[in-house]
């Protein structure tokens, strides 16, 4: 297992980031705590969750379960100092969630509060901001993006409204880092320009889609990472499964997440049956397991800080962990590049 660290920061995270986000509800408490014994036996040190978890699917009974189970692990195993532990408040529109107010100083003060209980620890090391309160383009929404109908001033004053409150809680010892998900580069390179001519801490990530169907990293967002050292946190690298060649010919196996969650937030549809079956034929022609190789390809970019895996089970938590074994030869590469030029864009 190889670490990187995070933007300028000291912190240092394991190159494969074990992702919580069905734990509560595909998954019990007891099989969350095996899989963390598990990724920490094979290296990684690095847990991701969020206050929203668990998503398949969102509740508002499930709300907060991801965490309590983190929180139960920590208690259960003393390995707190061992790992580096991210989570998010949840941005606008949720509800149940603070009356869906989003991110804002009163809100991530609250949010942590509660975050910071349910996990059983005093610090978090990456505090994300899950979605910005202006709007995005992430979760399929690319097709129906007005940034015209944004408000400059008021998306500035928010984004510095959560600086300052990341201050204080960085002051507090509450939080270690800064980190963002679901970004553009504008809204990243507003939050650079503000700490910097603030004092305010600096983000240090931001965590984004990204996978052999969802590429859109690879442009302007790759050039603000290599300049400003804002690495990605790589979501969803097997598209929500897809990659996997589990939804082939339209099958959606009982238990899997097409099945709780339908069409797996607008990614399982006509467009991706073309690359997809590709891309299987890349990995079946070269003996390698479609899903190892598309996280290899993931781990292969250079603005990658880390790569998130969700597994509902050990036998794919396995799978997904021997990624990082493997090396993908140039055939391989120059093959998917091939597929990704045919099909540049087809989530």
Known sequence: MKFNKLGRTDISVSQICLGTMTWGSQNSEAE?????????????????????????????????HTEEFIGSWFAKTGKRKDIVLATKVAGHGRSYIRGGEGADAKNIKLAVEAS?????????????????NRGHFHFRQNWHYDPFKQDRAKAVANILDIL??????????????????????????KYLTLSEQK?????ASVQNEYNLLYRHFDLDLAELSHHEDVGLLAYSPLAAGIL???????????GSR?????????????????????????????????????????????????VIIGATTI???????????????????????????QYPMPL
């Open 164 to 189: 300052e409150a990341t201050d204080i809680l960085v002051k507090e010892g509450k939080v270690r880092a800064l980190g963002l998900s679901n970004e553009t580069t504008w809204g990243i390179q």
């Open 315 to 341: 036998e794919q938590l396995t799978t997904d962990l021997s990624s990082v074994d493997v090396k993908l030869s140039g055939d391989v590469l120059a093959e998917i590049e091939k597929v990704h030029r």
């Open 32 to 64: 969350a705590h095996a899989q963390m014994d598990y990724a920490v036996e094979k290296g990684v040190n690095f847990f991701d969750t969020a206050e929203l978890y668990p998503t398949t699917p969102l509740s508002s009974e499930t709300y907060g």
């Open 244 to 254: 996997s060649g589990k939804y082939q010919s339209g099958v959606k196996p009982e």
């Open 258 to 306: 097409a099945s709780i969650n339908g069409d797996l937030g607008g990614r399982l549809q006509p467009l991706q049956e073309a690359p997809t079956k590709a891309y299987i034929e890349i990995a079946a022609n070269h003996g390698l397991d479609p899903s190892a190789m598309a996280l290899a390809f993931c781990l292969t970019r250079r603005f990658m800080a880390s």
């Open 116 to 132: 910071l209980k349910r996990l059983k620890t005093d610090y978090i090391d990456l505090y994300q901001i899950h979605w910005p």
């Open 199 to 203: 004092g305010l801490p600096r983000v």
